[in-house]
């Protein structure tokens, strides 16, 4: 606690005029501010120390806010050593910025690194902040108000600086920047972005000779450049680096003679947005990266640079012409290039080229492409010029190397892929598609999606035989009119035999009758995914010999889901699909995760030896239908909205199931009875309307009790309930008791206990040595509360409301400390108030009184006397409101019960 001496005077005043004696007040329970104002603070029972190293991970500004909690930690906010902690400093997002606030920061702030300043600056304040901080290396000004005198100011007094940025500034001209670089040539970022209505013309000439400058990084964003001051740039400062130039205008073109011969050491270039026409660089042997996104003006890029390793020029309009020269490039990105037609890059490591949307690259051109044998990952989608027929049979044998491959977004009647390398292939957006063929013995992923006219006889045949068939008119199984049933087994030169992932996404025609009779064919198939297949009617999954996981999302009109005889399969996700599916049936023995979200069920059978966890939701809507679970090994089993679930299969279903320990069920109506197996550990019992019964097996011990609107269960089948578990169970819930009006317990276990929705509890009595966690809400006629338990400090308390009703409360515990802060905000209305054990003091005594201005009565059983409280024993002690410091007129009385029944812990 900090010792104010306003308060000192103000207290010792107290003690000479009789109102108070000063130490009736306890510097551990309270903090003391302005008009006996309390405030309570759970950081007091920390050390200055732990405080300190907590406070020096807050920022200037946060600091600030902490401050003004209390005076405790305003006084350690003051600390010096706190402050010149900091190194970042912003005041671009002050609320109500002033020169004398920051500056006020700036004298605590001497070590700062980084300086910030926004709208507030003025030249004064510049000066000022500079002389301050001594050690400042990155100044960033942004505002409208920097001028030339600014940065004389930063040139004169700024020469440690390494990084000086502009921002949104009107009346910064070149010839002072200049000057900057002439006083500060160790200079190394550079940073000067303005508003496009009020650009600046770049023009950089300081006096210093270019040896001297240090400037590695500048940044010019919607400026003025011209190419010959570009050029006297790269001469000026021959370090540079990193050069970008966004949304700059005036450049046009750029050449390797242009530039002449500067920036011989720049390794980033960035020309996003600008105006730029031709782009051409030869001789810079350090450049690694070019950025040339969203230039709409620009026609053509010659780059011969053997570094160069990243490439950007996506939604250039009128990019006609990508030459490109490079041992090290991997990664080439020539997206939305509507006019591109002309493209050539050479790079012996080129592994990734994405060349989608680029309407007007022909084969040809792609074909002439040198590196087009390194290269690994390949995206042709939405490259109209391109006949998929042709790219099968012309550029898929020059990519030997090839193994992933994208297409899609045109208009084709055949989409055939054959190839020996492929191991990944996507389809998409293809309109008026009917069939496709793929003959790739090492593809192993492989996803179609958005393909409207494409049905699923036509995709099967493609991925199993490789080529188009004539089908018969069956719905179940499938064969060919030319060939017998044994013709469909894989083939190792047909079809897709090594797949192991089948993507299938919003497919109109899939309906699953084809799926389900030839899915057996796929012998190394692990993953199979269906999304958004609104047709999609049955999924027969029998015999799958390599399947794992089967994942079905949004097929709104999935009526049967089948899966049996898959020895390997693990997951089955059904999510978000029919509003009542006629028949779910998942008996796999290595089943390990089943998730049905969103799913409603007529007939739901699952079998598994493996499954630990399991939700049931919406099934047994109708009398008429089932459910059926055998899970030998499941352990967490919660039933949610079974309407019809009848006390029949709930009994069969836990039997069927010996093993579970967490048994969670809610809103099964129907249900009146249930037995508790033994094993049972964790039970919850929600919005069971009907329940009237519950047995527990001789053997069942819960731990864990969650009771909740279960209007039919009585008073004394609960009381039955907790005195089984009266020494096992550690965590109870009640909510929803309409009825009750007075509620005992006796739990020497519990360590949490949540009371709520009991609208007409007037009495609680609770026994709880061990409790750790309380909740009370929705008590709204609590009046009279006994509660004993081992230690109220480290009681949680913090969801429970204010118990507004509560006049009467009896508290035995070992430790009462704060207890005035804890009474004065969840028992503000309280009147008589009992207290059973602990040390009990004057200072406690004055102090719950002054939180609790209605009480009129405290009465101390069998309480350790300290020595103020002792010297008034046998009592009774009547104190004043006045001495209380009390908003209200009532005086309190303290009542002294030592020989009283004791309550033990």
């Known amino acids: 606690m900090s010792d104010d001496s306003g308060v000192r005077e103000r207290m010792e005043t107290e003690e000479e005029s009789g109102t108070l004696p000063r130490t009736h007040w306890d510097t551990e329970e309270f903090l003391e501010d302005e008009g006996y104002s309390f405030h309570y603070s759970l950081l007091e029972i920390f050390s200055p120390e732990i405080l300190f190293h907590i406070l020096s991970h807050l920022e200037w500004h946060q600091l600030g806010v902490v401050a003004q909690t209390c005076r405790t930690l305003y006084e350690m906010c003051q600390s010096p050593a706190l402050w010149s902690r900091i190194a970042h400093l912003d005041f671009r997002m002050c609320q109500e910025p002033t020169e004398e606030r920051i500056l006020k920061v700036l004298q605590l702030c001497k070590h700062a690194d980084y300086l910030a300043i926004g709208s507030i600056l003025t030249d004064d304040l510049l000066a000022n902040s500079l002389n301050y901080c001594l050690e400042l290396r990155n100044l960033h000004l942004e505002s409208e108000h920097t001028t030339d005198d600014s940065v004389a100011i930063v040139a004169e007094k700024g020469t440690r600086l390494r990084s000086f940025t502009i921002v949104n500034s009107r009346e910064v001209t070149s010839a002072a920047i200049s000057k900057l670089l002439t006083s500060n040539p160790s200079l190394q970022e550079l940073g000067i972005m303005v508003d496009w209505r009020h650009p600046m013309e770049i023009w950089l000439q300081p006096e210093q000779p270019p040896s001297a400058i240090q400037l590695r990084q500048v940044c010019f964003q919607r400026c003025r450049l011209s190419v010959e001051r570009l050029r006297s740039l790269g001469q000026t400062c021959p370090l540079l680096q990193d050069v970008d130039l966004s949304a700059c205008y005036g450049l046009q073109e750029i050449t390797q003679q242009t530039i002449g011969a500067g920036f011989r050491g720049l390794r980033e270039l960035c020309l996003r947005a600008t105006d730029i026409e031709n782009l051409e660089l030869t001789e810079l042997g350090e450049l690694e990266s070019v950025d040339c996104s969203k230039c709409s003006g620009l026609e053509s890029i010659t780059i011969n640079c053997v570094a160069l390793r990243r490439l950007d020029v996506t939604e250039c309009t009128f990019l006609q012409q990508v030459n490109i020269k490079s041992r090290v490039m991997r990664e080439a990105k020539f997206r939305d290039l509507p006019a591109l037609t002309d493209l050539s890059v050479e790079s012996e490591k080129l592994v990734t080229l994405d060349i989608s949307y680029s309407t007007e690259l ?36 020059r990519m030997p190397h090839l193994s992933e491959l994208v297409c899609g977004d045109v208009s084709s009647h055949d989409v055939t892929v054959r190839s020996l390398t492929l191991t990944g292939l996507i389809i998409k957006d293809i309109q008026h598609l009917p069939c496709v063929s793929v003959n790739c013995p090492s593809l192993q992923r492989f996803t179609v999606e958005r393909c409207a006219d494409l049905t699923e006889p036509e995709l099967l045949d493609g991925l ?312 009370l809400q929705g008590c709204p006629k609590l009046s009279s509360f006994s509660m004993k338990v081992g230690n109220l400090a480290s009681l949680q308390v913090d969801h429970s409301s204010p118990l507004l009703s509560l006049k009467a409360l009896q508290l035995a515990c070992n430790n009462l400390r704060f207890l005035a802060r804890i009474l004065g905000y969840y028992c503000p209305n309280l009147e008589e108030l009992v207290l059973s054990g602990d040390n009990t003091s004057m200072t406690r005594v004055c102090s719950i009184g002054h939180n609790l201005p209605s009480l009129h009565t405290i009465t101390l059983q069998n309480c350790t006397l300290e020595e103020d409280i002792a010297a008034h024993y046998p009592g009774p002690i009547h104190l004043r409101a006045a001495d209380l410091h009390r908003t209200t007129l009532k005086d309190m009385v303290v009542i002294f019960q030592q020989n009283a029944s004791k309550w033990k812990m």
């Open 464 to 775: 199993i035989l490789g080529r188009h068939t004539k089908r018969s008119q069956q719905i179940n199984k499938v064969t060919t009119m030319e060939e017998p049933t044994c013709s469909r087994l894989p083939s190792l030169s047909h079809g897709a035999p090594m797949m192991q992932h089948l993507t299938i996404r919003q497919i109109p025609n899939m309906v699953g009758s084809c799926l389900s009779g030839d899915g057996a064919s796929f012998v190394c198939l692990k993953v199979l995914e269906i999304e958004s297949c609104q047709f999609m009617k049955n999924l027969e999954i029998d015999g799958w010999p390599s399947l794992e996981e089967v994942r079905v999302y949004s097929s709104k009109k999935l009526s049967n889901l089948v899966v049996i005889n898959s020895p390997h399969v693990t997951t089955v996700i059904t999510q978000w699909c029919s509003s009542m599916m006629e028949k779910f049936h998942v008996v796999c023995d290595k089943l390990q995760t089943l998730k049905t979200t969103g799913c409603s069920f007529a007939n739901y059978t699952v079998h598994s030896k493996s499954l630990r966890q399991l939700d049931v939701s919406g099934v047994c809507m109708k009398p008429t239908d089932t459910l059926d679970i055998r899970c030998e090994s499941l352990v967490d089993l919660t039933i949610l909205k079974c309407e019809n679930l009848s006390e029949v299969y709930l009994s069969k279903l836990l039997s069927s199931c010996p093993n579970v320990t967490n048994l969670r069920l809610s809103g099964c109506n129907q249900v009146n009875y249930v037995k508790v197996p033994a094993t049972v550990t964790h039970l919850s019992l929600s919005a069971l309307r009907r329940l009237s019964q519950v047995v527990l097996e001789d053997r069942c011990r819960l731990t864990v009790l969650h009771l909740s609107h279960l209007p039919k269960v009585s008073v004394d089948l609960r009381l039955q309930l907790l005195s089984r578990c009266q020494n096992s169970l550690c965590e109870l819930e009640l909510r929803g008791l309409p009825h009750e009006t007075q509620l005992s317990l006796t739990l020497p276990q519990l360590h949490s206990f949540t009371l709520d929705q009991c609208i007409h509890l007037t009495g609680l009595d609770l026994t709880c040595p061990l409790l750790r966690y309380l909740r």
């Open 362 to 397: 022909s084969l040809q051109k792609l074909l002439s492409l040198p590196s087009l044998s390194c290269v690994e990952t390949l995206n042709i989608t939405g490259c109209k010029q391109l006949n998929l027929t042709e790219v099968n049979s012309l550029l898929l044998p």
